[in-house]
């Protein structure tokens, strides 16, 4: 069975400071892997994905993921946060052949102050 | 213009009755889904359909009915409301049911069942 696991439910980070969200997976399958965000009393917005080839990869709005295989880990960066980066962030794979099923994770909640 | 759109925004009921959840997309994409949020942001996909065909069933109790009239449209019934199945709904798309594309989500349907 596949698994995500976000290994903080909260980030406090102060604006400007760099910010670093972990993630990890669990499969026996090759997968891909996402970052969606989800700002208040919203949907969730693609924010970067690996498929393959380099394992730094960079998305949107500054941030960037290392896809570290060994380690089965995707861990999302940024940084120098703003106050609007102030979000719920998601770690999700994508099981190969499973007709687009994506496995989130619990999900970081990011709270930037000023 | 909305992507992926989904009525109502909101939605209050009482224990038993059945309600539907509209979900329509502009994109042009051949797959829809389902996902359900719980209290604590954990998301789980539902349903899955791909040109009108159900794909994806995720051990949803039969009491939930997703229906797609035409590839633009999922929409989700639910007979017989229960107290657990309050929550937030997500409808989302993507251009195909491979896991490499992006998934475009609604707004969300905050479904609260007393």
């Known amino acids: 069975a596949q698994s995500v696991t976000q290994l903080d439910s909260q980030v406090p980070v102060f604006e400007e400071a760099p910010v670093e969200l972990r993630c990890n997976y669990s499969?026996?399958?090759?997968?891909?892997l996402f970052w969606y965000v989800q700002y208040p009393n919203q949907g969730l917005q693609l924010l970067l994905k690996y498929l393959s080839g380099s394992t730094l990869v960079k998305g949107i709005n500054g941030f960037e993921a290392e896809f570290n295989k060994s380690q089965t880990s995707f861990h999302l960066r940024k940084p120098s946060v703003h106050i609007s980066d102030t979000a719920e962030y998601f770690c999700?794979?994508?099981?190969?052949?499973?007709?687009?099923?994506?496995?989130f994770g619990q999900g970081t909640e990011l709270s930037v102050k000023p | 213009d909305t992507a992926v759109s989904q009525t109502p925004k909101y939605l209050v009921t009482q224990m038993g009755n059945d309600k539907s959840i509209k979900c329509e997309q502009n994109?042009?994409?051949?797959?829809m889904y389902w996902y359900k949020q719980d209290s604590k942001k954990f998301l789980k996909i539902m349903f899955s359909y791909n040109n009108k065909e159900l794909i994806i069933n995720e051990t949803v109790p039969n009491r939930f009915s997703p229906k797609s009239p035409d590839k633009a449209h999922l929409n989700l019934h639910i007979n017989s409301l229960e107290l657990g199945d309050s929550a937030v709904y997500f409808c989302?798309?993507?251009?195909?049911?491979?896991?490499?594309?992006?998934?475009?989500f609604g707004p969300g349907t905050r479904l609260t069942v007393l």
């Open positions: 989302a798309s993507s251009q195909a049911g491979g896991n490499y594309n992006e998934q475009f």
């Open positions: 999700a794979v994508g099981l190969y052949n499973q007709g687009g099923k994506l496995i």
């Open positions: 994109l042009g994409h051949d797959t």
């Open positions: 499969s026996s399958v090759s997968v891909y």
